[in-house]
């Protein structure tokens, strides 16, 4: 005769003609000369409790398993690497201003505000970031992708700046923010012929009059992002005469944008 009782703790699976079901274990301690066995069923997740008779635990009852412990013999680099990728995955949970700890930065109070304030609280982010320049909206923009990087919440993200703020705009996000952004041109689009440029990664940049060419919208048409910043939005405009409007190039290339993104921010 087995001697199960001995072998009787919290974890283990067993299985007896006591229960409908197999149960794992959830307390076993003794009551008087017997044993109280509490469980909860593996397929109903139904709790029993009952108490038995020693030998009627040892002759009707089997343990299946969860008798073997941990045995500590996974690679301690890896388990360290993977808890503190937990640690980093969850931390914003607790530090309201997460992002601004991992950054090299020293933000003003508007832009701790523009963010934390009002971008953050908001499901879908439909902003429009009106500041004088010189107020840092790189900076905002910065803070406002890490943060929703590390909550999950985006992965491909395009950023429409004016030409001549290209490079201003991909040194600043990674000297501040560690973000590095390809830059979208005539010669990566032609060496993409074939497929779409820009289902190659995730982080993308490009000239917003660049962007506005017929065959350009074709292709961003065809992509969807987690994420939209344009820069100087205003240049995306209309005109009305009368009755009529007359949408500018950069306009339809702003509609675009606005169908094909979750999430839109100039």
Request: overall charge positive; aromatic content about 8%; proline content about 5%.
């Given at each position: 005769m087995e001697n199960v009782t001995n072998k009787l703790k919290e974890g283990v699976v067993i299985r007896g003609p006591y229960w409908p079901?197999?149960?794992?274990?959830?307390?076993?301690?003794?009551?008087?000369?017997?044993?109280?066995?509490?469980?909860?069923?593996?397929?109903?997740?139904?709790?029993?409790?009952?108490?038995?008779?020693?030998?009627?635990?040892?002759?009707?009852?089997?343990?299946?398993?969860?008798?073997?412990?941990?045995?500590?013999?996974?690679?301690?680099?890896?388990?360290?690497?993977?808890?503190?990728?937990?640690?980093?995955?969850?931390?914003?949970?607790?530090?309201?201003?997460?992002?601004?700890?991992?950054?090299?930065?020293?933000?003003?109070?508007?832009?701790?505000?523009?963010?934390?304030?009002?971008?953050?609280?908001?499901?879908?982010?439909?902003?429009?970031?009106?500041?004088?320049?010189?107020?840092?909206?790189?900076?905002?923009?910065?803070?406002?992708?890490?943060?929703?990087?590390?909550?999950?919440v985006i992965e491909k993200i395009l950023l429409v700046v004016p030409p001549a703020l290209i490079e201003n705009w991909k040194e600043e996000l990674f000297e501040k923010f560690g973000e590095v952004f390809s830059e979208v041109s005539r010669e990566s689009m032609v060496s993409s012929y074939g497929v779409n440029v820009w289902d190659q990664g995730t982080n993308y940049i490009v000239s917003m009059d660049f962007a506005k060419q017929d065959d350009v919208l074709d292709s961003l048409k065809e992509t969807h992002w987690d994420i939209v910043i344009v820069d100087e939005a205003h240049k995306l405009s209309a005109y009305r005469f009368g009755q009529k409007t007359e949408k500018s190039q950069r306009y339809k290339l702003g509609e675009v944008l606005s169908d094909t993104s979750e999430h839109f921010c100039s």
């Open positions: 079901e197999e149960i794992r274990v959830l307390i076993a301690k003794n009551v008087g000369h017997r044993i109280q066995i509490i469980g909860v069923g593996t397929r109903s997740e139904k709790s029993y409790s009952s108490i038995f008779n020693k030998s009627e635990i040892d002759s009707k009852i089997e343990i299946l398993s969860g008798l073997e412990g941990p045995t500590f013999s996974s690679n301690p680099c890896k388990f360290r690497l993977a808890l503190e990728a937990k640690r980093i995955q969850m931390s914003y949970e607790f530090d309201p201003l997460f992002a601004v700890g991992v950054s090299k930065i020293e933000p003003l109070p508007h832009q701790i505000e523009a963010v934390y304030d009002h971008l953050l609280g908001k499901p879908r982010i439909r902003f429009l970031l009106a500041d004088d320049p010189g107020a840092g909206k790189t900076i905002m923009a910065g803070l406002l992708l890490k943060e929703l990087k590390y909550r999950g």
